[in-house]
Each structure stands twice: as structure tokens, then as C-alpha cells.
């Protein structure tokens, strides 16, 4: 044997012991009882794991929302748990994913089991508060403020930024509510913009003063007479009993031991493999189809920036995969997007046809389902929203950035030649020709057309009453259901017990859910890099990414800026 076999005998063999001693590790030992389920919620919580060859082969990935939710639902009833704490540091997440939390936590209070969030950390505001209303007690560490106050709804604008840089934001959109290139166009809200948000403003703070002051068993009225005159203090907290006591990490611990003679802490991503587990086995089988991220053509990846980028063929064939097997009995399509390609929307929403014709299909909406979130959901038996989503947009916007000027700052200079007009239809160096304007305008037109006609047929309504809710316009999920985008009110869970009814199976019939696209073990990733078959964005930057690469990266996010694009809240913060 030569010594370079050898080597690669020995670096394999290496490489052999660590795997078998990840995997020995990551299987959890037993669990003891009178055991306290732990979950830290922070920053951004996402509704699909991101590929991530590395945290599987650590076994340390970040949690999802349908972990958070599974391992709360299975605490309940548990013998092994005897309670459960939420450690709250500041959120970066929708109104939507925290409504669904909330509702596993109220119903997990019904166990009797104690259920403690704890408030421990700098930043907690009123997304914060409003998810650790749905604990039985809220603890707060004794120099912490609660920064509950009346709610804002804020949005950049690159205007002036752009100005100064020479570039010029050309946009045309269907209709006025069709704002989302007004971060480009603008310097402020626009009348219709403004009307839009303080709509979306006011519909969340009613929701939140509302579901708070039900949890903690207080006056509407009062609750909100203190969040207007917030921030608290500690001790004006627990006065106004926004918070039950304050405390420290070691008396929560002391908190549990009184209560069973002991503290077994048991986090969530160990927890989870319990539940994993236990969920393994079940009766019928219903597919949980992930839409989430922009929306574009070709294939699902990781963006640039973090997130997913939802691959219109990636998701449709993930529905087609649903549809075709015979033991799924209906599909529940999660929607968590703002929109993106209009050619990608049409490639998903004709999946959704084609599914709903051979079983049941129930789209389930999350933080988002706007613009084309909201057509590719269109076709579905039932629509769900949680009160809080952000959903319509039904509208059309086209437009690109002129930046021509900033070459010239730079001293930068380019030439062309074209065969036709409108070859330079969306050159980056020159407006856009009255000819092709008018192009433009007969585009948005058309699809605007579509997009109602298609809206009208699939809610059964008409295309002057689509017309009147449409121009582009977001509502949340409460208002929705009002004027008839959704059927019902509820999260993931209840997409699934509606589902289930569709397709005849009892609502006390215990399912299994068969998620897609899968998550892969760390084994199928190791074997799927091998053969070159994973094509996740955190690969590319590990082997180097030519001018090529980046190239097509940035004309692939360049081309989602066509007719249904809208990044709803698009650089809106409400907190």
C-alpha cells in the first residue's frame, strides 16, 4: 500500500470515529422524571431548517417553530415533565409565528403543570410581553424594565440615499396600496401608504390588547392605560401585575425543586428528540408542504442574507411528491412569503390545482402570505390565517434602478449595441423609453387582470368585488377573514384538523405528518456531498464562489423583481 492510500486510510478512519461518536452522542439518554422542559425564544424564529451540514452533524441546529410548538404540545401531557420555562430575550420574529406559540402555551396551562416565562434579558418590548402573557407566571429579573408601550410601525426609504448616489428608482405598480417600491420612490409615506399601515398598525395592536390582558386575566381598558404609559419599572410591574414576581435564574431553579425535591432542566433540542420519536408512529398520513422565503424560479435555496429563498420548482415539486403518493391523504401548504416571481407563483399555484383535484388541500398562512404568497394559495380547498398574518396585496409592481449616475461618480462607463428597442428593457444604465413604458403599463395591466380573475374564481367572488379589496392592499388575518381572502382564523394545527375533515378522518384520530421538503440526516448529507448533490448556498461559499456563481446569484435576485413582487411588510417593523 502506498503511503498516499494510507493517509487517506487514516484521515478516513478519523473521520469514521468522530461520525460514530457524534451519533453515540446525539442520542439522548433516558429521560428522568419530574424533568423541567426548557426553551429559549429569541431572535429569529423560522418556519424550515435551513440546510446546515455542520449543526446536523453536531446535532445542535437551531429550533423551528414546529419544534417549539411539538415539544409544548408533548410536555402536556408528559409524565416525565412537571413544567415547563420560556427564557424570553429580544424577538426578531413576526406577530403570526408568536400567536402560534402563544396558543400551545395557553393550552399547555391547562395541564396544571406550572409554566414560567422568564424575563431575564435587555429589550423586552411588546412582542416579548405578549408571547410571555400565555405563561401561567411571568418572573422578571428585579432590574429590568418592562418596555411595554403604546406600538409603532416603522419603514425605511432609500430616496434621499439613492439620490445621492445618482441612481434612479423607476417603478410602476397596480394600485395605489401597491407600495412596496416606495422605499426606492420615497422619502416618507405616501396618503395611501400611511392609511395602509396604520391599518395594519392598529389591527395588531387591538389583537395584542386583547389576547394580553385575556391571558393575564385583566381589564382591556387597564392594560392598555399601562402599555400607553410604559415603559415599567420592576416594581410598577409587579404592582400593575404585568408581572407576577421578580427573580433570579437560581430561584426559578429553587422554584421547581421545592415543588418535586428537584431541578432536571431539560432543553428543547434534546427534548425534541423525544418528540421526534414519539411522533414517528401514527395512523393516516397528512404532507405539510413549506413555502416560505421569496419567491423565485428554479430551485429552493438559502439567501444571501440569511432565510430561505422558496424555489418555485423546488416547491412544486414537493406538492407534486404529496399529491402522487397514495398514503398522504391531504396536503397542508404552509405559506410564509411576501411574494416574488410571478412565473414561479403560477408554477406553484398550478401544483396546487392539479393537488387539490386528488385530495384535500388547506393552506395554512404564517407571519406572511402576501402578493404571491397569497396567489399560489388561491387555489386551495381552505385557506387558514392566524389573526395576526399579513396577507392580500393583491396587486402588481414592475420597476428597476437606474445606475448610470453612479458609474459616472465613479468614472465608470459602459457601451452597448442591441438588436431591437426593447433589448434594453431592463438595462441597469437608462430609464425606461416611452415605448417601453407603455409596454410596461400593458404588462401590470395584464397581470393585474389575471391576478383578479384568478383571486375571483378561486374565492368565489367577483372581479369587481377582488377589484375593490385588491389594489394591492394588506390586511392581517382578522380583516381577511372579513372580507372573504381566508375561511377561518387558527394556526398550523388547525390547517391540519381542517384538512383532516376534508378528508374524512377523525378529529380524534391521532396523524402523522410527513413534512416537506424533508430534513436530512446528517448520513444523507455526508453521502449527498459526495456525490455533488447538495446545492445549498452555505456549499458554495465553502468551496469558493466564482464571478460566475455570483453573477447568477445577483440576476437571480434581479429577475424577482418582476410583476408580483412585494416584500411584504418590506422594511416595515412592528413593535
Not at 472 to 478: A, E, K, L
Request: charged letters at 25%.
Amino acid at each position: 500500500m502506498t503511503w498516499g492510500k494510507r493517509r487517506a486510510l487514516i484521515i478516513g478512519l478519523v473521520i469514521l470515529f468522530f461520525v460514530l461518536l457524534v451519533w453515540a452522542g446525539s442520542k439522548p439518554a433516558r429521560l428522568a422524571s419530574h424533568s423541567v422542559l426548557v426553551i429559549d425564544a429569541q431572535g429569529e424564529i423560522n418556519e424550515q431548517r435551513e440546510p446546515d451540514f455542520f449543526s446536523v452533524f453536531s446535532g445542535s441546529s437551531v429550533p423551528v417553530l414546529h419544534d417549539i410548538v411539538d415539544a409544548i404540545d408533548a410536555a402536556e401531557s408528559d409524565g416525565r415533565i412537571s413544567g415547563l420555562v420560556v427564557r424570553i430575550a429580544p424577538l426578531h420574529t413576526g406577530w403570526g409565528k408568536l400567536e402560534e406559540i402563544r396558543t400551545h402555551l395557553l393550552q399547555f396551562r391547562k395541564s396544571g403543570k406550572p409554566s414560567i416565562c422568564y424575563l431575564g434579558y435587555d429589550g423586552i418590548g411588546n412582542p416579548e410581553y405578549y408571547l410571555a402573557s400565555a405563561c401561567q407566571q411571568i418572573w422578571l429579573v428585579p432590574t429590568a424594565p418592562v418596555s411595554i408601550r403604546g406600538m409603532m410601525a416603522e419603514a425605511m426609504f432609500f430616496r434621499g440615499t439613492l439620490d445621492k448616489l445618482k441612481i434612479v428608482p423607476e417603478f410602476y405598480h397596480i394600485a395605489e396600496y401597491k407600495t412596496a417600491g416606495n422605499l426606492y420612490t420615497e422619502k416618507k409615506f405616501t396618503p395611501a401608504h400611511r392609511e395602509e399601515v396604520e391599518n395594519l398598525l392598529h389591527g395588531i395592536y387591538g389583537q395584542y390588547l386583547t389576547e394580553a390582558s385575556e391571558a393575564r386575566g385583566m381589564d382591556r381598558a387597564k392594560f392598555e392605560a399601562l402599555v400607553s404609559r410604559g415603559p415599567l419599572q420592576s416594581g410598577e410591574a409587579v404592582e400593575s401585575k404585568v408581572v407576577d414576581r421578580l427573580g433570579y435564574w437560581d430561584q426559578v431553579q429553587e422554584y421547581f425543586k421545592k415543588r418535586s425535591g428537584e431541578w432536571n432542566p431539560v432543553p428543547l433540542n434534546r427534548y425534541k428528540f423525544f418528540v421526534k420519536n414519539s411522533a414517528a408512529a401514527g395512523g393516516e398520513r397528512i404532507a405539510v408542504v413549506h413555502a416560505s422565503g421569496l419567491i423565485v424560479s428554479g430551485a429552493s435555496e438559502s439567501s444571501p442574507g440569511g432565510g430561505s429563498v422558496m424555489g418555485g420548482d423546488s416547491v412544486a415539486a414537493d406538492i407534486r411528491r404529496a399529491r402522487e403518493d397514495s398514503s398522504i391523504k391531504a396536503i397542508v401548504l404552509r405559506v410564509d412569503s411576501g411574494g416574488g416571481s410571478v412565473v414561479a407563483s403560477e408554477v406553484i399555484r398550478r401544483e396546487v390545482e392539479l393537488a387539490r383535484a386528488a385530495k384535500p388541500v388547506v393552506v395554512s398562512m404564517s407571519d406572511v402570505a402576501a402578493s404571491g404568497g397569497y396567489w399560489i394559495s388561491v387555489n386551495a380547498n381552505k385557506i387558514v390565517a392566524d389573526p395576526n398574518t399579513i396577507t392580500g396585496s393583491i396587486g402588481v409592481l414592475i420597476g428597476k434602478l437606474n445606475i448610470s449616475g453612479l458609474y459616472n461618480l465613479l468614472g465608470l462607463s459602459t457601451d452597448y449595441v442591441a438588436t431591437s428597442d426593447n433589448a434594453t428593457l431592463f438595462s441597469a444604465q437608462q430609464n425606461f423609453s416611452p415605448a417601453q413604458r407603455a409596454y410596461i403599463e400593458r404588462s401590470i395591466q395584464k397581470t393585474y387582470a389575471e391576478f383578479t380573475e384568478g383571486v375571483a374564481a378561486g374565492r368565489n367572488m367577483t372581479v369587481k368585488k377582488v377589484d375593490q379589496i385588491g389594489k394591492g392592499r394588506v390586511w392581517t388575518g382578522t380583516q381577511a377573514k372579513e372580507i372573504g381572502l381566508v375561511d377561518e382564523l387558527g394556526g398550523l394545527d388547525r390547517a391540519i384538523g381542517v384538512a383532516k375533515e376534508l378528508a374524512h378522518i377523525s378529529a380524534s384520530e391521532r396523524v402523522r405528518i410527513v413534512r416537506f421538503p424533508e430534513e436530512k440526516s446528517f448520513f444523507q448529507m455526508l453521502f449527498e456531498r459526495e456525490r455533488g448533490q447538495w446545492t445549498d448556498g452555505r456549499w458554495a461559499t465553502a468551496h469558493g464562489v466564482n464571478a460566475r456563481s455570483l453573477d447568477a446569484m445577483v440576476r437571480k435576485i434581479v429577475d424577482t423583481m418582476g410583476p408580483v413582487q412585494a416584500r411584504i411588510p418590506y422594511e416595515l417593523h412592528i413593535r
